[in-house]
């Protein structure tokens, strides 16, 4: 038996303002995964647990309507923002609740997309109320990006580890299993992945907002001195590293793509 972490309404709430700072979803990766999951115009899909909507407004050219679900205000509010500044306000609807509001009044989803959020849920009970929303051919399909850790990307995250902890992964109880093996035992057991691998430029300081959207490295969990040495830290890295105040990285973005046999 899988324990699930305990639910946590507000965990990215301080986080919420620092988000957009998380290493990007390709615009080739939506292009691909609309084509691989043969999406149409006619479709309507779910960004679950939806954060500042990026995965939703990359989807919503692609479809009639995403439904963006978080529990979190401020980053609903954050969504919205974006959303806005994207113009894609009339495709994407968005919603305050979480996986524990999964339930058949919500309607039927061609797919429901999850981005760095369903190592947060109760994974085997969110996919069985998934098997009664999603579509016969759809899809469950996570997210991922993370940059090339070499070079300064090792030094970063060392400094995040200072302050931090060793704590990256501390949602991994003894217990844990990997989201594969998980998906193979659900009805979603048919697994492929793809992925694109792009140069990005960054400003310098992403690298202090990158540290303070992450849960164990939030301001709010490592109090204002330490948040303020962190930052200091990672300013001077960036400094000896960016190149007129940005900074050069390698991201491989991806999707685990999970559907019935």
């Known amino acids: 038996m899988i324990t699930p972490i305990p639910?946590?309404?507000?965990?990215?709430?301080?986080?919420?303002?620092?988000?957009?700072?998380?290493?990007?979803?390709?615009?080739?990766?939506?292009?691909?995964?609309?084509?691989?999951?043969?999406?149409?115009?006619?479709?309507?899909v779910m960004d679950l647990g939806c954060g500042p909507g990026v995965i939703a407004i990359g989807l919503a050219p692609y479809v009639d309507e995403v439904v963006g679900i978080d529990p979190e205000p401020e980053m609903l509010a954050r969504a919205r923002e974006a959303i806005a500044a994207a113009g894609v306000?009339?495709?994407?609807?968005?919603?305050?609740?979480?996986s524990n509001d999964l339930a058949p009044a919500l309607g039927r989803f061609a797919m429901v997309a999850m981005g760095r959020s369903f190592h947060w849920m109760d994974r085997v009970e969110t996919l069985r109320r998934l098997n009664a929303l999603i579509e016969p051919a759809g899809a469950v399909v996570l997210f991922n990006s993370s940059p090339q850790r070499t070079g300064w990307q090792r030094e970063y995250r060392e400094i995040i580890t200072r302050y931090a902890g060793d704590n990256g992964r501390g949602w991994r109880g003894p217990d844990w299993i990997e989201h594969e093996d998980v998906l193979l035992d659900s009805a979603f057991s048919s697994l492929s992945r793809i992925a694109v691998?792009?140069?990005?430029?960054?400003?310098?300081?992403?690298?202090?907002?990158?540290?303070?959207?992450?849960?164990?490295?939030?301001?709010?969990?490592l109090g204002p001195e330490k948040s303020a040495a962190l930052a200091a830290d990672l300013r001077a890295l960036g400094g000896r590293i960016a190149v007129g105040g940005r900074i050069t990285e390698t991201v491989e973005s991806g999707a685990l793509i999970a559907r019935r046999p």
């Open 7 to 44: 639910f946590d309404p507000h965990r990215f709430q301080a986080a919420a303002r620092h988000y957009h700072a998380r290493p990007p979803y390709s615009p080739r990766l939506f292009r691909w995964l609309a084509d691989e999951c043969a999406l149409t115009s006619r479709d309507r």
């Open 89 to 98: 306000a009339e495709a994407v609807s968005l919603m305050e609740g979480s």
């Open 197 to 221: 691998i792009d140069r990005v430029e960054i400003e310098a300081e992403t690298l202090v907002d990158r540290a303070f959207s992450m849960s164990r490295s939030a301001p709010n969990v």
